[in-house]
T-cell receptor
Framework: DGGITQSPKYLFRKEGQNVTLSCEQNLNHDAMYWYRQDPGQGLRLIYYSQIVNDFQKGDIAEGYSVSREKKESFPLTVTSAQKNPTAFYLC????????????FGDGTRLSIL | SQQGEEDPQALSIQEGENATMNCSYKTSINNLQWYRQNSGRGLVHLILIRSNEREKHSGRLRVTLDTSKKSSSLLITASRAADTASYFCATDPNDYKLSFGAGTTVTVRA
């Protein structure tokens, strides 16, 4: 079955620690996205990538980093510079072209220890 | 930046009733999309309406778009307990980035 897999489902971060969230898709989509969702709020875009080896900052990129070395994979690192990382993180992908919906993974919930 | 805003923030209805939620946005768009999110899960795409369309149906879902008022509505007919979820509108102004609203939480009572 084609889809997007995020792991782990739950993640805990200690002070000063970097953590990496995994996102893998087998939909052959070119574009991939990372969103942050806080309680009662909509999704805010962290980073996105339209093609391998290229990515752009979204609205809230500070304290986060990404890489796009393979079409299937778009890992997100939450660095120690992100002072309020507790949130639900969602990865999405889409095919290029006009009027295409995004397909989402089931998210990773990150908490501070 | 969040462009879409849903109204109401929360909605509680009896099973079998219809649920209507609205979305307003600020700038011109290529399309507007509606997504559903069950608690603790990712978003699921429901329906996409293009800027030159006025109404679209998918099963029990009906979406309207009024570009002159920069607004859209999602109607769920004959609601079921399984429709309990949060619903988000997302606008697509430039074909590669979506802007999401804060969502409407719908509770369907048995």
């Amino acid at each position: 079955d084609g889809g997007i897999t995020q792991s782990p489902k739950y993640l805990f971060r200690k002070e000063g620690q970097n953590v990496t969230l995994s996102c893998e898709q087998n939909l052959n989509h070119d574009a991939m996205y990372w969103y942050r969702q806080d309680p009662g709020q909509g999704l805010r875009l962290i980073y996105y990538s339209q093609i391998v080896n290229d990515f752009q900052k979204g609205d809230i990129a500070e304290g986060y980093s990404v890489s796009r070395e393979k079409k299937e994979s778009f890992p997100l690192t939450v660095t120690s510079a992100q002072k309020n990382p507790t949130a639900f993180y969602l990865c999405a992908s889409t095919t290029t072209g006009s009027n295409q919906p995004q397909h989402f993974g089931d998210g990773t919930r990150l908490s501070i220890l | 930046s969040q462009q879409g805003e849903e109204d109401p923030q929360a909605l509680s209805i009896q099973e079998g009733e219809n649920a209507t939620m609205n979305c307003s946005y600020k700038t011109s768009i290529n399309n507007l999309q509606w997504y559903r999110q069950n608690s603790g899960r990712g978003l699921v795409h429901l329906i996409l309406i293009r800027s030159n369309e006025r109404e679209k149906h998918s099963g029990r879902l009906r979406v309207t778009l009024d570009t002159s008022k920069k607004s859209s509505s999602l109607l769920i007919t004959a609601s079921r307990a399984a429709d309990t979820a949060s619903y988000f509108c997302a606008t697509d102004p430039n074909d590669y980035k979506l802007s999401f609203g804060a969502g409407t939480t719908v509770t369907v009572r048995a």
